[in-house]
Nanobody, 115 residues
């Protein structure tokens, strides 16, 4: 029903910035929510940030003040601006879309922060 395509991952030095993008297509309904999870090797997947179709946002404590989630409803696209990156941010980042009690996941994009 919903397909998600992620982009923007890569290698960056500590203190640098990256912007991730996720475009949704298919049967999109409102209201909905989109967001980002991440998973480091050998660790649990954790919530990073979410944003509703009305623009309400939530962040994990570990990224507050450094990351900003936004969306363009006309393009069905969610973004994650990551500033002041730390090696601890290294993970595969997954986009998620939630609507009508169903979750849809992207395939993930690798973010690597070097020290």
């Amino acid at each position: 029903q919903v397909q998600l395509v992620e982009s923007g991952g890569g290698l960056v030095q500590a203190g640098g910035s990256l912007r991730l993008s996720c475009a949704a297509s298919g049967s999109i309904f409102s209201p909905n929510a989109m967001g980002w999870y991440r998973q480091a090797p050998g660790e649990q997947r954790e919530l990073v940030a979410t944003i509703s179709s009305s623009g309400s946002t939530n962040y994990a404590d570990s990224v507050k003040g450094r990351f900003t989630v936004s969306r363009d409803n006309a393009k069905n696209t969610v973004y994650l601006r990551m500033n002041s990156l730390k090696p601890e941010d290294t993970a595969v980042y997954y986009c998620v879309h939630y609507q009508r009690r169903s979750y849809y996941w992207g395939q993930g994009t690798q973010v690597t922060v070097s020290s």
